[in-house]
């Protein structure tokens, strides 16, 4: 059973560019999260989709705007880029049946680079 | 709002010592509790919870507890072993919204 899925593992852009980062839930996980983790510190929460809406969102930009599918998966867009956006992007997924208190999981993210 | 603090790293250990991370946190209700390792390379991997007062979470020989008095969730293992070697991130969600607030990590580096 393939676990949370994220694409591309890797990227490099350039300042005032635009990026989308795609994810992929555990099977049978309906919620998905993004969170930025800036080199040295703990993941920060971006938003989360449920029922493909934004459910709840963290203390970031308009710049970062995301999507969900019919399918679960879930894109992060993030438009003009600065070099502060430089961060490995993580996405998380829970099982419905258990709840945000079982733990959520995570994938192995998405390291951006901003230059 | 709410809050996580975890102990300074890096913590260096040799093998077959006794670890603890501590921390704290700041919430408004009552959270569920957890305790998130990273491995070189690799994103986050669930190493334990508790969701009420006194639960104690327990893992691949990982320990804490959630002890409300003092607001804290301390990590313990009796016997670290170089595989351990990793980031460990204490984290908190509460009931009433659907993120997790993370602490900053705390380094821990096992030597055979």
């Known amino acids: 059973d393939a676990g949370v899925t994220q694409s591309p593992t890797h990227l490099i852009k350039t300042r005032g560019q635009q990026v989308t980062l795609r994810c992929s839930p555990k099977s049978g996980h309906d919620t998905v999260s993004w969170y930025q983790q800036a080199l040295g510190q703990g993941p920060q929460f971006i938003f989360q989709y449920y029922e493909e809406e934004e459910r709840q969102r963290g203390n970031f930009p308009d710049r970062f705007s995301g999507h969900q599918f019919p399918n679960y998966s879930s894109e992060l867009n993030v438009n003009a880029l600065l070099l502060g956006d430089s961060a490995l992007y993580l996405c998380a997924s829970l099982d419905p049946r258990q709840g945000q208190v079982s733990g959520y999981t995570f994938g192995s993210g998405t390291r951006l680079t901003v230059v | 709002g709410d809050s996580v603090t975890q102990m300074e790293g890096p913590v260096t250990l040799s093998e077959e010592a006794f670890l603890t991370i501590n921390c704290t946190y700041t919430a408004t209700g009552y959270p569920s509790l957890f305790w998130y390792v990273q491995y070189p390379g690799e994103g986050l991997q669930l190493l334990l919870k508790?969701?009420?007062?006194?639960d104690k979470g327990s893992n691949k020989g990982f320990e804490a507890t959630y002890r409300k008095e003092t607001t804290s969730f301390h990590l313990e293992k009796g016997s670290v072993q170089v595989s351990d070697s990793a980031v460990y991130f204490c984290a908190l969600s509460e009931s009433s919204n659907y993120k997790l607030t993370f602490g900053k990590g705390t380094l821990l580096t096992v030597n055979p």
């Open positions: 508790a969701t009420k007062a006194d």
